[in-house]
């Protein structure tokens, strides 16, 4: 139910003129073998400006590298580089996150270098995990955005 009010509460930030994605979350790539690779989920992303410094709200679920459920919520703060076909954005992202085999499921603060490629209508976002033993393998995490609004 929490969950559904977040996404809710960020769909209806639409009124303030920013732009509104949907988030796929698909695949991660791990450092060492054993762990799940494919990370479905989805979330939901709010791009407060358009400039080249900008910051994206940003929350949704996946399902992780140990096979368990975690949830993210925090902002993306970046800086843009337009091109003629595409965007190059490098950034950090900052925000808690939860993820049931680290400290014991509570959420947690992260703070995680982020790049994304993309155009107006879309994109993919690239996210560094980093290592923390067995409890949080490191990864390089792949995502697909989809604008909506």
């Known amino acids: 139910m929490r969950m ?6 960020f769909i ?15 695949r991660s790539y791990h450092i060492e073998d054993g762990y799940n690779q494919s990370n479905n989920g989805a979330g939901i992303e709010y791009e407060t400006d358009h400039g080249s410094y900008f910051r994206k709200l940003t929350a949704g679920s996946l399902r992780n590298s140990m096979n368990d459920t975690s949830l993210y919520a925090g902002a993306v703060w ?3 580089l337009k ?7 490098a950034g950090v992202y900052t925000g808690l996150m939860t993820y049931p085999s680290y400290k014991d499921g509570n959420a947690f603060p992260v703070l995680l270098p982020t790049i994304s490629i993309g155009t107006t209508t879309g ?3 690239f996210i560094w995990i980093p290592d923390r033993g067995k409890e949080l ?5 792949v995502q697909a955005r989809v604008k909506l609004f």
Not at 83 to 89: E, T
């Open 137 to 141: 393998p490191g990864a390089m995490f």
């Open 4 to 9: 559904i009010t977040c996404l809710a509460c």
């Open 78 to 80: 970046a800086w843009r």
């Open 83 to 89: 091109g003629d076909l595409l965007d190059l954005d």
């Open 12 to 26: 209806s930030l639409n009124a303030y003129a920013g732009d509104v994605s949907i988030q796929f979350n698909g």
């Open 123 to 125: 994109g993919v976002n």
